[in-house]
């Protein structure tokens, strides 16, 4: 059983360079979001999307971007990397459009930016 | 704007103890979740309380919630080693509608 798969599990970027964070469910899941961790900071929301074709923002969505082409998929794009964007990242997806009950959480991506 | 508060922030038990977590929230949201992360993973589930005055039980783990309040509490009774985790409460972003608003979180670590 899959889940939510993340790839890649570690990055390194230098400053400017531009990257995607790959985010995939077999779970037919309508809603899937990005939450990036920081310490003494929790989870905070990027972006979510409740189905193929629809996103929206979150709490910091500056300079990452989304799309929902299909619904397995939810990729996050550094268009310009930063030293703030320093963080694990994490994928969470959940069944459902307007209310889950659960989410289910990927492994993460450890990303530091140079 | 909402605010998800838990405290303690951090907190280290003897085995053996109880003790209680708080989570305040500042909507008027009729449910609430709780997570666990253990160091270096991923967050899992524990508990969705779906209404006010609901009560879920798993182990030595139980969580309660006062909608009225805008508080849930998740306590531990007669920790163990295994507890030892970050523990999450989380609110609808929107009354009604994920995405979920988390809170800082709350480190445990539970000592011989």
């Known amino acids: 059983n899959a889940g939510v798969t993340q790839t890649p599990k570690f990055q390194v970027l230098k400053t400017g360079q531009s990257m995607t964070l790959q985010c995939a469910q077999d779970m037919n899941h309508e809603y899937m979001s990005w939450y990036r961790q920081d310490p003494g900071m929790g989870l905070r929301l990027i972006h979510y999307?409740?189905?193929?074709?629809?996103?929206d923002q979150g709490e910091v969505p500056n300079g990452y971007n989304v799309s929902r082409s299909t619904t397995e998929d939810f990729p996050l794009r550094l268009l310009s990397a930063a030293p703030s964007q320093t963080s694990v990242y994490f994928c969470?997806?959940?069944?459902?459009?307007?209310?889950?009950?659960?989410?289910?959480f990927g492994s993460g991506t450890q990303l530091s930016v140079l | 704007e909402l605010k998800v508060e838990q405290n303690p922030l951090f907190l280290s038990m003897q085995e053996g103890k109880n003790y209680t977590i708080y989570c305040n929230y500042s909507?008027?949201?009729?449910?609430l979740y709780w997570y666990r992360q253990d160091p270096g993973k991923s967050l899992e589930s524990l508990f969705v309380?779906?209404?006010?005055?609901a009560v879920k039980q798993e182990g030595r783990l139980m969580a309660s919630l006062d909608t009225k309040a805008r508080l849930s509490t998740l306590h531990i009774t007669a920790a163990v080693h295994d507890l030892s985790a970050t523990y999450f409460c989380?609110?609808?972003?929107?009354?009604?509608?994920?995405?979920?608003?988390f809170g800082k979180g709350t480190r445990l670590s539970v000592i011989a």
């Open positions: 999307s409740v189905g193929a074709g629809i996103t």
């Open positions: 989380a609110v609808d972003k929107t009354p009604g509608n994920t995405p979920l608003v």
């Open positions: 309380l779906l209404s006010n005055g």
């Open positions: 969470a997806s959940g069944s459902g459009a307007k209310r889950v009950e659960k989410l289910f």
């Open positions: 909507t008027t949201s009729d449910r």
